[in-house]
């Protein structure tokens, strides 16, 4: 074999190297991606789950909250209304900001709940109640797991090398699932 066969086959091996390298790369990242982003979206999922879960057992606590509670009309309504808004958001941040609106009208109708003793003592009351606090369980467990998802998901996104792939592949940064205002201010405790 000659010098210049030996360089001609030396260069083609290093560049079917490099291809095989760059593929590789590519493909492990872009597969890395769409797993990452399935995992933002089944985790999503499980939210949207528990949220729809607590969506339909609101209208069965504002009956019983309306049979004892005529003159709460108005925290009633709030309630009714932030349901309603939960029903119509259409993406991940809308429904983030409905959900919020709808756990600041609960909790305002928890405490019109507390200035009525009989109702806190029925039974068809405290089962709603006991289910509603046990949703509001898996709600803050699945947002954890959705939160976790979308971190991973957003760290593996901007992280170098990858991130020079993301805007050709068009993966986009994922939306956390925060707390609403609200639940960082300082509970006022009267008696």
């Known amino acids: 074999m000659t010098k210049g066969k030996i360089t001609f086959f030396a260069t083609i091996g290093v ?3 490099l291809v095989i390298s760059l593929y590789g790369f590519f493909k492990g990242t872009y597969n ?3 797993s990452m982003d399935e995992a933002v979206k089944s985790s999503w999922a499980q939210v949207e789950n528990q949220l729809q879960r607590r969506y339909d057992l609101i209208p069965n606590l504002v009956e019983t909250v309306k049979g004892y509670a005529k003159q ?15 029903g119509g958001a259409a993406n991940v941040p809308d429904k983030i900001t409905a959900n919020n609106e709808l756990s600041g009208a609960l909790s305002r109708l928890m405490v019109v709940v507390e200035r009525y ?3 806190k003592s029925n039974q068809n009351f405290i089962r709603l109640q006991d289910e509603l606090a046990g949703t509001e369980n898996r709600i803050a467990v699945e947002r954890m797991r ?20 993301t805007g ?5 940064k994922a939306t956390f699932f925060e707390a609403p205002a609200a639940a960082k201010a300082t509970p006022q405790v009267k008696f």
């Open 146 to 165: 959705y939160n976790d998802a979308v971190k991973a998901y957003n760290v593996a996104i901007r992280s170098f090398p990858a991130n020079l792939l």
């Open 15 to 17: 560049i079917l190297l």
């Open 117 to 119: 003793p009989d109702l």
């Open 32 to 34: 890395r991606f769409v």
């Open 72 to 86: 709460e009309k108005d925290v009633l309504v709030e309630v009714t209304n932030a349901r309603a808004k939960v």
């Open 168 to 172: 050709m592949f068009g993966f986009a």
